[in-house]
C-alpha cells in the first residue's frame, strides 16, 4: 500500500534505532557506548570490551570478574559436538564450519529456544562467547590433522585460544604475552560497527524470534563473503599476486582503475568511512609492531605500504573517498602470528560476536520491534495465462 522506496542496499535507510555503536564516516570517528575506539584500544581489553557492548556500561571489578569467570567455565564442547569436526573434509573452509558447529548448539541446550528467557539468553550468551574460540580452534587443527586440546581454564579467553591452536597435548605452550595482546586489541577493533551486513543479518533472523544461535550462525555465514569479513582474506591473496607478477604496485592499481572483472583494491573503501578508517590506523601500527616484534621480514607489507601511497595519491580513489578499511593490514599480523590466509575470517567472527550478541539482545527488546520484512519494487510479467506444456 502506498509509494514504497527503492534503497538497493540499504544506502539511505535505517531500519532501527541502535545505543551499540556510533559511527562518524566523514569524520572517521568510531565509538562503543560513547567511548572512542582509540581509548578502548589503549585502555581495555576484549572481554570488558564485550561487556561494555553487550550490557551498555563498562563493568566494575567484580562484574568484570564474574563475567570473563562465567566465561572461563562454559569453554569445554560437548563432546558429541566434537564429532561434528570429524564429518567434515579436511580442507575445508573453516567458515562454514564454525557456522555449522554454532547452528547445532541450538541441539545441545535446547532451553535456549525461547528468545525471552531471560535466565537462558544470559546462559547462551556466555556459552557462545566461551565456546566460539573452542570452535574456532578445533577447526584449524581439523585442517592441519592434529589433536584437539581442551581449554585451559586457568587462562584467559585469547590466552586460552591460541594454546587450543597452536599448542600439542605433550607439550607445553608458551604464550607469547605480546602476540595475545595484539590479538585481543584485534579483537576489540573488530567487535562492533552498527549495522554492516553480519550484523542486519543476525538481527533479521532475530526479528523473527529464532534464538541466539541460529541468529549468530547466519551472522557468521554472512561475514563470509569477501565484500565483508572474507575481505581480509582476499587482501592477503591480492598481495600475494601482486608479488607473483612481479610487485608492481602501478600495474596492478591501472587494472583497478580499469574496472577489469573481479579486480578490487581489497582493504579499500567503505559504506560509511569516506575518510581514513579509524581501526585501519591502529591496525596499521600494530601491523609493525608485531613484525618487527617476530622478526619477520614480509615483502607483502612493503608491497602493502606502497599500495597504499600509491592509491592514497591517485585521483580516482581520491575521489571517491576510498581509503584503507581495517581489512589493509589485518592479514599480514594474522600470517606473521602463524595463521593460514583462509583462517582470517574466523578471526574476525571470534571478534565481532560480542557485538553480534549485544545487537541481537537490544533487536529483542526494542519496544518498536517489528519481522524485518523489506518489501520489493516488482519488475516482472504482468498477468499472463497458463500455456499447457505440449504447447510451449
Ligand atoms: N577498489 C576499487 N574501486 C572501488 C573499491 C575498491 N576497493 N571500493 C569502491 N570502489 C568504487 C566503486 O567501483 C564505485 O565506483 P563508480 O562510482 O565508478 O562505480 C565507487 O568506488 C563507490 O563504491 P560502491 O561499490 O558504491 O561502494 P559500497 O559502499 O557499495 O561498497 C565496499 C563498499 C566495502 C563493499 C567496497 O568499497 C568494496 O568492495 N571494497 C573492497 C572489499 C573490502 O575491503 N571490504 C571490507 C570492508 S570493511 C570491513 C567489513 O565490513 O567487513
Known sequence: TGLVTLDPGFVNTAACTSGITYIDGDAGILRYRGYPIEELADKSNFVEVSYLLIYGELPNKQQYEEFAQRIQRHTLLHEDLKQFFD???RDAHPMPVLSSAVSALSTFYQDSLNPFDDQQVELSTVRLLAKLPTIAAYAYKKSVGQPFLYPDNSLGLV???LRMTFGFPAEP???????TRALDLLFILHADHEQNCSTSTVRMVGSSEANLFASISAGINALFGPLHGGANSA????LEGIRADGGDVDKFVERVKNKEPGVKLMGFGHRVYKNYDPRAKIVKKTADEVLSKLGTND???DIALKLEERALSDDYFVERKLYPNVDFY????YKAMGFPTKYFTVLFALGRLPGWIAHWREML?????KISRPRQVYTGQPERSFTPIEQR
Not at 365 to 369: A, F, G, L, M, T
Request: charged share 20%.
Open 299 to 301: 615483502p607483502l607489507l
Open 159 to 161: 590466552e586460552n585460544f
Open 173 to 179: 605452550y608458551e604464550v607469547d604475552p605480546a602476540l
Open 235 to 238: 587482501v592477503l591473496d591480492m
Open 365 to 369: 527488546v526494542d519496544p518498536q520491534r
Open 87 to 89: 564429518g567434515f573434509p
Open 330 to 333: 589485518t592479514g599480514l599480523i
